[in-house]
């Protein structure tokens, strides 16, 4: 396995990163939950020291698996990735930015964009009871938030970072200007975006500008969920 420093912080990911998404089981068909766990460890066996996780996923049992996957685990030599700003549980009061409506267990469940200073405090505290740990290597906001000024969510991040509750902060699916912008408030490490052989748009702005600026780049569906892999 190969390892990769994030960014301008002391993080060093692996190369290939387990994404956890599928095993929270919404809008993927459903898991078995030993599966997913045993995945997890064979992950962490064969040097993919990197777990990239959610509270969207699977609305928190992707991250309560990957808690309970590590344990027994070296904590230090594993990188905990997780995010916020996706909220279903109606602890934003109506407020954020509608995204759309998920299905879970036949319920219809609304899904808002809000990463508000409380609410991203707020979520920290519930993911890091549901991985086990102390502190989360790397906290990304999951999709910007039209409601919210950039300011006011980086302001939390430096919150987080100064209480010692995450290593680094980043940022996901954010555009060039939005990344620009977040720095001119706190210097996020990296920025989570879609990209494959059949998605390739990051790299006519996105990736010269990370190259310049020493930013990171985590991508999500390389495989484009399976399409480049034949099957």
């Not at 997780?82 to 602890?91: H, M």
Request: proline residues 3%; glycine residues 10%.
């Amino acid at each position: 396995m190969e390892y990769r420093k994030l960014g301008k912080t002391d993080l060093e990911l692996s190369a290939i990163t387990y994404g956890a998404f599928a095993i929270g089981g919404n809008m993927w068909g459903g898991n078995e939950k030993k599966d997913s766990i045993d995945s997890v460890k064979a992950s962490i066996d064969n040097g993919v020291t990197t777990l990239d996780t959610a509270p969207f996923y699977g609305f928190g049992l992707s991250e309560e698996m990957i808690g309970a996957a590590i344990q027994g685990y070296d904590r230090t030599k594993i990188q905990l990735l997780t995010k916020f700003g996706l909220v279903w549980d109606g602890s934003n009061q109506g407020k954020g930015e509608f995204f759309f409506d998920a299905e879970e267990a036949g319920k219809t469940i609304p899904v808002y964009k809000y990463s508000s200073k409380t609410s991203v405090i707020h979520e920290v505290e519930n993911s890091l009871k549901r991985l086990r740990t102390d502190y989360i290597d790397l906290l990304q906001i999951h999709w910007p938030d039209s409601t919210t000024p950039i300011s006011e969510t980086m302001e939390a991040l430096d919150l987080l970072l100064q209480q010692g509750k995450i290593r680094a902060a980043g940022v996901s699916n954010y555009s060039v200007d939005q990344v620009s912008e977040a720095r001119k408030n706190l210097n996020i490490a990296s920025n989570q975006v879609g990209y494959s052989m059949l998605n390739r748009g990051i790299e006519q702005d996105l990736v010269p500008y990370a190259k310049e600026n020493d930013l990171g780049i985590i991508v999500y569906s390389p495989m484009e969920r399976g399409l480049l892999t034949g099957k």
